[in-house]
């Protein structure tokens, strides 16, 4: 959510970090936030459709991309389809492939619980069943963390527009796309994340011609501020994103 985020011990450290060094701009992809939260259309393609709609209204003639999670197989895609703009782009705890397409039987079966606890649990004041989707992305959070992240996640989509945008990414498939980006690029994956197999994070690495991979070391899907992994994440994301 664009202007919740900022107000959140989630995201706000990171953004504002981000904001000093550079021009931020951050988008509601649709089913999120101030975007629309019931788009007639959720699919890959419109994912990719809003990144380059967003692009065009911002007037970006080339800019550093940076993804996250779902985000990374949206900006894969664009950056091959709009090579001469992504002057470099940022991976964190991103996916080739959606859950569906890993071939674990186990995982599937543990997606298709969250997305019935998400409907049927997502919207309610208990906040008992988000937290079982907050804990298996961010293990290690202070309680702080877990109540922003519980109010973060009621901000940004209705439960089924939650369960929406986990069956599309369940379905995410950009590895043949991967040979084809001619975009320099990082790769940033926590070492022991839950949520997000490192297999998945090397195999972006390994499939993007000349991409770098750092590993974190945290549990969390991406590092928060409280971890000792905090001032290695910015840096990582900063130097390679050419701050000023």
Known sequence: HVEHD????????LYRHLAA???LIHYDPRGCGLSDQNPAEMSFEGFVQDLEAV????GLKKFALLCFSQGASVGIAYAVRHPERVSRMIIAGGFPLGWR?????????????????IRHGWGQDNPAF??????RFWPDL??????????????????????????????????DLLPQ????????????DGSVPRE????????????RFAEMQTRNHTPMPHEPEWPRYLDEICAFGGAR
């Open 6 to 13: 900022w107000q959140t011990s989630v995201w706000g450290p």
């Open 101 to 117: 397409k890993r071939g674990s039987a186990a995982e599937i079966a543990t997606r298709e619980a969250m997305m019935t606890l």
């Open 181 to 192: 980006v001619k975009t320099p690029t990082l790769v940033i994956h926590s070492r022991d």
């Open 55 to 58: 692009v065009d209204a911002a």
């Open 21 to 23: 060094r550079f021009q």
């Open 130 to 135: 988000r937290q079982v989707f907050t804990t």
């Open 142 to 175: 202070r309680p702080e963390h877990i109540e922003a992240f519980d109010a973060l996640q009621r901000y940004s989509a209705t439960p089924e527009g939650a369960v929406r945008i986990q069956d599309v990414t369940g379905d995410f498939d950009v590895v």
């Open 200 to 211: 998945m994070g090397l195999m972006m690495a390994r499939g993007i011609p000349g991409a």
